[in-house]
């Protein structure tokens, strides 16, 4: 890009749940920028501009929350931006706040997703406040199963998926889902829900928010100066396609295919599989775990699923995936799209605890939303040019 | 939904209304919840921000956004009115149900200002600067709304003693909304169509795809799709895909028992017909390669203005299954 470097030196998150009563909305996003400050070494006052992401507003239920949060994340005075981009969003907004720094426009900036869906309910929105709502689980159902069809993956492959990030997930302090000693034959008595999916094959409703500071090479190396690796902001891309026309192929879409080509294309990254060390994708049902391998060019066409199968993605294995426990395992919709961009960070810096991935210096965070037709990603690494070019 | 004619002097609008509403929940937090307690006990409480009260009170300095202390102080019951806005036609959504005023009122003992309601009998009777007290609801929530409305004058009126009750951490808020957005003319066309008992979509002249009837545009091509792109539709097709649904309960919610939906490929053409209701086939039935033929309603279900459309979904021709691997999976 020919631009100037974004770092990301503050990653904050709340401990999610189904429901986070305890708190505020405000309470609840100002947990998570408390944390990125924190971690930033910043406060309220070094921040130049606010970006706010969250799921659209029938969620909750509130109009124009990034108004109403104004104060609460200390925008008063300074630029608040909102995107809209459904389920993407956590990734959009931690798009567009790198873009604020890298266009030059500001110098730190704080990215905030949350959603707080004890406050209202998931189905109820996704059908647009009428009945017979077919929720995400339904409206993907059939991807998911074409995928099945095509690929020939065994049966299996969905429940081992819902089972590594369950375990990673215990990993996690921030995670949503704790289920110990979670097993395959456990997940596929879970009722099902949405043929092929089944009730522990999907992601829980939860309450949380995630907050990411990021800012220039100037602020980015005095942090790693000061002992606290930043994760560089290699490549971001977005693309999205339009939710319905004949010939559309919603199991391989040329929205997610353009967009990691554009990313790894920007990251000088030829070979995903080799130069990445991790990914953290956005799977909310089993299955998009080898889908989106797939689309986001991990894996080639058709073996996806052998990756799974052979434990490649698992928090040990030689191509480790959604090593927080994933969407599957906490699910804050507006939220969940800069979790995944946050954790990719949190592995390049090293800070990711219990589940850190050894020797991750490179790593791909995806987001994808609505009728699976809006993708973000971005590629970060701990340090501006770790392929040496 | 419904459907209304509304005459303007130059055009015709054809509108659908549409209602939609939730009951929303609310977690208040430690300061908004001792703030709603307070009200449940014919109170207001503010916080102190440096040298400021601040009321309703806040978790933070609005300005910085630190942190506050949990420093409460008691304001009020009266207050001044700062600015006022006259509602001469309240809609049911108003608090009141007659005309009154909305106005900021800082209460005494405060430096910042309550949104709140001041019932007088007419516009005459309001001014900046005026003094108001709290007419006290006599059944309370914990809700803002406990303060039925400001009144004129010195003294607060209250109802049933101040008796503390549980700490009130939560709020319901009943949200609803209806509105009306005018009707495209292709989707008139396709009411038309499917009134008629005809199946029709659009054709792009350029790509040659064709999309349901009220799409009205072809999203690869950008091209306005109009009367002049109209084709006419087999209403027979295969089912080559398919969804089961668990109803998750929500209000409004119309289903209790798993439902399906499945995508129908329309015969001779290249036409998918997605997430499309099945009549009359239990869900255990629901398989690709399934020969399905439109279901039409019935002369008394079209009288019914509460039904959405006339194509009712579905149903079984009875013939063999198409078994052909290459339609299977299609989804669009
Ligand atoms: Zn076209």
């Known amino acids: 890009?020919?631009?100037?470097?974004?770092?990301?030196?503050?990653?904050?998150?709340?401990?999610?749940?189904?429901?986070?009563?305890?708190?505020?909305?405000?309470?609840?996003?100002?947990?998570?920028?408390?944390?990125?400050?924190?971690?930033?070494?910043?406060?309220?006052?070094?921040?130049?501009?606010?970006?706010?992401?969250?799921?659209?507003?029938?969620?909750?239920?509130?109009?124009?929350?990034?108004?109403?949060?104004?104060?609460?994340?200390?925008?008063?005075?300074?630029?608040?931006?909102?995107?809209?981009?459904?389920?993407?969003?956590?990734?959009?907004?931690?798009?567009?706040?790198?873009?604020l720094v890298a266009a030059g426009r500001h110098k730190r900036v704080l990215a905030v997703g949350?959603?707080?869906?004890?406050?209202?309910?998931?189905?109820?929105?996704?059908?647009?406040?009428?009945?017979?709502?077919?929720?995400?689980?339904?409206?993907?159902?059939?991807?998911?199963?074409?995928?099945?069809?095509?690929?020939?993956?065994?049966?299996?492959?969905?429940?081992?998926?819902?089972?590594?990030?369950?375990?990673?997930?215990?990993?996690?302090p921030y995670a949503?889902?704790?289920?110990?000693?979670?097993?395959?034959?456990?997940?596929?008595?879970?009722?099902?829900m949405w043929d092929p999916i089944r009730y522990l094959e999907s992601c829980p409703s939860s309450d949380g928010a995630c907050a990411v500071v990021l800012t220039d090479e100037e602020g980015g190396k005095a942090a790693a100066a000061a002992g606290r690796t930043p994760a560089w902001v290699l490549a971001t891309a977005v693309r999205s396609e339009p939710f319905q026309f004949p010939g559309r192929d919603p199991v391989r879409p040329a929205g997610a295919v353009d967009c990691a080509?554009?990313?790894?294309?920007?990251?000088?990254?030829?070979?995903?599989?080799?130069?990445?060390?991790?990914?953290?994708?956005?799977?909310?049902?089993?299955?998009?775990?080898?889908?989106?391998?797939?689309?986001?060019?991990?894996?080639?066409?058709?073996?996806?699923?052998?990756?799974?199968?052979?434990?490649?993605?698992?928090?040990?294995?030689?191509?480790?995936?959604?090593?927080?426990?994933?969407?599957?395992?906490?699910?804050?919709i507006g939220a969940s799209g800069l979790l995944r961009f946050a954790e990719a960070a949190l592995q390049v810096r090293g800070m990711a605890g219990e589940h850190q991935v050894e020797e991750a210096n490179v790593a791909v965070a995806q987001a994808y939303g609505a009728a699976a037709q809006y993708y973000a990603m971005w590629v970060v690494a701990n340090s501006l040019d770790p392929f040496g070019s | 939904m419904r459907t209304s004619h509304e005459r303007g002097i130059a055009e015709v609008t054809i509108t659908v209304e549409s209602t939609i509403k939730?009951?929303?929940?609310?977690?208040?937090?430690?300061?908004?919840?001792?703030?709603?307690?307070?009200?449940?006990?014919?109170?207001?409480?503010?916080?102190?921000?440096?040298?400021?009260?601040?009321?309703?009170?806040?978790?933070w300095d609005p300005e910085t956004a630190a942190e506050l202390p949990r420093d409460f102080v008691d304001v009020g019951p009266a207050g001044t009115v700062c600015t006022w806005s006259?509602?001469?036609?309240?809609?049911?959504?108003?608090?009141?149900?007659?005309?009154?005023?909305?106005?900021?009122?800082?209460?005494?003992?405060?430096?910042?200002?309550?949104?709140?309601?001041?019932?007088?009998?007419?516009?005459?009777?309001?001014?900046?600067?005026?003094?108001?007290?709290?007419?006290?609801?006599?059944?309370?929530?914990g809700h803002i709304t406990d303060v039925e409305a400001f009144v004129p004058g010195e003294e607060a009126i209250t109802v049933n003693g101040g008796v503390p009750g549980e700490p009130v951490t939560m709020m319901s808020y009943d949200a609803s909304i209806t509105y009306k957005i005018p009707v495209s003319d292709n989707t008139i066309k396709a009411h038309e169509a499917t009134a008629q008992g005809r199946l029709v979509g659009l054709k792009c002249p350029v790509c040659e795809r064709i999309y349901a009837r009220d799409r009205g545009f072809c999203p690869i091509d950008t091209v306005e799709l109009t009367d002049d792109h109209e084709v006419e539709l087999p209403q027979r097709g295969v089912v080559t895909s398919y969804t089961i649904i668990t109803p998750v309960q929500y209000p409004g919610q119309t289903e209790t028992e798993p439902?399906?939906?499945?995508?129908?490929?329309?015969?001779?053409?290249?036409?998918?017909?997605?997430?499309?209701?099945?009549?009359?086939?239990?869900?255990?039935?629901?398989?690709?390669?399934?020969?399905?033929?439109?279901?039409?309603?019935?002369?008394?279900?079209?009288?019914?203005?509460?039904?959405?459309?006339?194509?009712?979904?579905?149903?079984?021709?009875?013939?063999?299954?198409?078994?052909?691997?290459?339609?299977?999976?299609r989804i669009m």
């Not at chain 2, 430690?30 to 307070?38: D, E, N, Q, R, W």
Request: net charge negative; proline share 7%; aromatic share 8%.
């Open chain 1, 261 to 332: 080509t554009d990313v790894y294309r920007q990251a000088g990254i030829t070979n995903p599989r080799e130069q990445l060390d991790c990914a953290e994708l956005y799977v909310p049902f089993s299955w998009y775990e080898p889908m989106w391998l797939e689309a986001h060019l991990i894996a080639e066409e058709g073996q996806g699923w052998k990756m799974v199968e052979a434990g490649d993605t698992a928090l040990t294995g030689s191509f480790p995936v959604n090593m927080s426990g994933g969407v599957l395992s906490s699910n804050p």
């Open chain 2, 259 to 329: 439902f399906s939906r499945v995508m129908v490929l329309i015969d001779e053409i290249d036409v998918v017909m997605m997430y499309q209701p099945l009549v009359d086939v239990p869900v255990e039935d629901v398989r690709i390669g399934m020969r399905v033929a439109v279901v039409w309603a019935s002369e008394a279900e079209k009288a019914d203005a509460g039904r959405p459309g006339n194509l009712v979904g579905w149903m079984p021709t009875g013939e063999p299954d198409n078994t052909d691997p290459s339609l299977a999976n």
């Open chain 1, 176 to 192: 949503h889902l704790k289920i110990e000693n979670i097993s395959i034959e456990q997940v596929k008595a879970s009722p099902m």
């Open chain 1, 1 to 99: 890009m020919s631009t100037r470097p974004v770092a990301i030196v503050g990653i904050g998150q709340t401990n999610h749940k189904s429901k986070r009563w305890d708190v505020s909305l405000g309470g609840l996003v100002r947990e998570a920028a408390f944390r990125a400050l924190e971690d930033a070494e910043m406060e309220w006052s070094d921040i130049d501009a606010v970006v706010l992401g969250k799921a659209p507003d029938l969620f909750e239920g509130i109009m124009k929350p990034e108004l109403y949060l104004s104060d609460a994340l200390g925008a008063t005075g300074k630029p608040m931006f909102r995107v809209h981009t459904a389920g993407s969003v956590g990734g959009t907004t931690g798009i567009v706040a790198s873009h």
């Open chain 2, 22 to 59: 939730f009951p929303y929940k609310r977690s208040l937090g430690p300061v908004i919840g001792p703030f709603m307690t307070a009200l449940a006990e014919q109170r207001f409480i503010a916080i102190r921000s440096g040298s400021r009260v601040i009321c309703p009170p806040l978790e």
């Open chain 1, 114 to 172: 949350y959603q707080k869906q004890s406050e209202g309910n998931a189905q109820f929105a996704l059908g647009s406040g009428q009945g017979a709502s077919m929720g995400a689980g339904g409206a993907f159902a059939p991807y998911m199963r074409g995928y099945i069809h095509r690929s020939g993956a065994p049966e299996d492959i969905g429940p081992m998926v819902a089972v590594k990030d369950r375990q990673n997930a215990l990993k996690n």
């Open chain 2, 86 to 141: 006259w509602v001469s036609r309240p809609t049911e959504q108003h608090p009141l149900d007659r005309p009154f005023a909305f106005a900021l009122i800082k209460l005494d003992g405060a430096d910042t200002a309550l949104t709140h309601v001041v019932d007088v009998e007419s516009i005459d009777q309001m001014s900046t600067g005026m003094r108001v007290a709290p007419r006290w609801r006599a059944e309370r929530l």
